[in-house]
């Protein structure tokens, strides 16, 4: 058995123990509530490492670091919050269309603009997924604990070097300052994924080419391949195309290879639904409050079971389909005025009833608040 470190720690230090533990080398990031920690803690962490921290004059600039020492063969991140979030969209964007691995941890806050930057909302839930313009595809992991915050930066790593994209890491205040007792596992004991690399000649290598899983190997700059890259729809060859069949040929692929990785990509949490009647459908850290509800409604005698959605992008739309067809309810309690519930609404075909619970006041959604929505069932 591998030997755990045992720490307490907050939400924001266990994503920077995750990102270092997954190889990220490299941050470049711009203060911002309730996010800094994160930067805080690279700024010392990486050095250790032989990593590289750099604070940047904004968060554009910060994206585009990213991207740059991603290109350069290194795993690398950022965190920010939402007006910090919106400034990088369209480097996010380029990020996409140019298939460049990174990792952004979006820390949500209370908006819109400046909005309230000490206290938790869960309103950047629809940016994440559609910030940047354009059919593009992202994938968006959402922990709801400080552990989890380890696990699934780790896992975020991974699946942005597996499929060469941007992954959203999209916590709220609240898990990114409470504080728990976390199990750190060795590094080797963990499962780390890098990059495909090219093992063809130089001459060989076509830096777009498709294959069977969508995903091209990704070359370093300065490893002798050349390797053209541009935010313009481009060719296999990374060159500037208008062509229909080329655009076409890109854009399904970039979308295909997250398509055919949803096994792999999704990941949710089953909590007392083997007989649920009524699901609580719950992210972040209002999960945490969905979880109590449910266990104070069982004592109570009401079958309430929660399901909570780790990916939230791509949807789980298969998981929500079943929930839907075996509850007569649904309960999306959110931190916004009713983001992901717009989702389940689309794809429910009047299976179940769905309910939504909004709070914009800064304040966190309380087991109470869930169990008092739970009375228009009952």
């Known amino acids: 058995m591998a030997k755990m470190t045992y720490r307490l720690l907050q939400g924001n230090e266990a994503i920077v123990e995750g990102a270092i533990a997954a190889g990220c080398r490299f941050f470049a990031g711009y203060p911002i509530t309730p996010a800094t920690e994160i930067a805080e803690g690279m700024s010392v962490r990486l050095p250790m490492v032989d990593g590289t921290f750099v604070q940047m004059e904004d968060e554009i600039g910060s994206m585009g670091a ?5 290109l350069a063969g290194v795993k690398s991140m950022t965190a920010t919050s939402g007006p910090g979030f919106s400034l990088m969209q369209e480097n996010i964007g380029f990020a996409c269309i140019a298939e ?10 209370g908006g819109p603009s400046t909005g309230l930057p000490t206290n938790p909302a869960q309103s950047d839930i629809m940016q994440t997924r559609w910030g940047t313009h354009g059919d593009h595809p992202i994938i968006v992991l959402s922990p709801h604990s400080v552990e989890e915050c380890f696990t699934v930066t780790v896992k975020a790593f991974n699946l942005s070097e597996r499929y060469r994209v941007p992954v959203i890491l999209a916590t709220d205040e609240v898990v990114a300052h409470m504080r728990e007792k976390v199990a750190l596992p060795p590094r080797e004991s963990l499962e780390i994924i890098d990059r495909l690399r090219p093992t063809v000649p130089p001459d060989w290598y076509i830096p ?75 992210y972040s850290s209002v999960a945490r409050s969905a979880k109590q509800a449910a266990i104070m409604a ?11 959605p780790i990916t939230l992008w791509p949807f789980m739309r298969k998981d929500v ?24 609404k689309r794809v429910d075909q009047g299976y179940a009833r769905i309910i939504t619970l909004n709070r914009v006041d800064g304040q966190v959604i309380t087991p109470d608040d869930i169990l008092r929505k739970l009375k228009e069932v009952y």
């Not at 460049?100 to 806050?109: G, N």
């Open 66 to 70: 990213i991207i740059g020492a991603s």
């Open 321 to 344: 389909e079943e929930i839907l067809k075996n509850v007569r309810a649904v309960i999306i309690p959110e931190m916004n005025m009713g983001q992901y519930s717009r989702e389940v």
């Open 298 to 308: 069982r004592e109570d005698g009401k079958k309430v079971g929660v399901f909570r």
């Open 208 to 282: 777009f080419e498709d294959n069977s899983m969508g995903v091209p190997p990704m070359s370093a700059f300065g490893d002798g391949y050349r390797y053209h890259v541009t935010g313009l729809v481009h060719d296999v060859r990374g060159f500037p195309t208008s062509r229909p069949d080329e655009v076409d040929t890109l854009i399904r692929r970039l979308h295909r290879k997250i398509d055919k990785g949803l096994g792999y990509i999704q990941e949710g949490e089953y909590f007392l639904m083997d007989d649920a009647e009524v699901a609580i459908i719950a």
């Open 100 to 109: 460049v691995p990174c990792v952004v941890a979006d820390i949500m806050r």
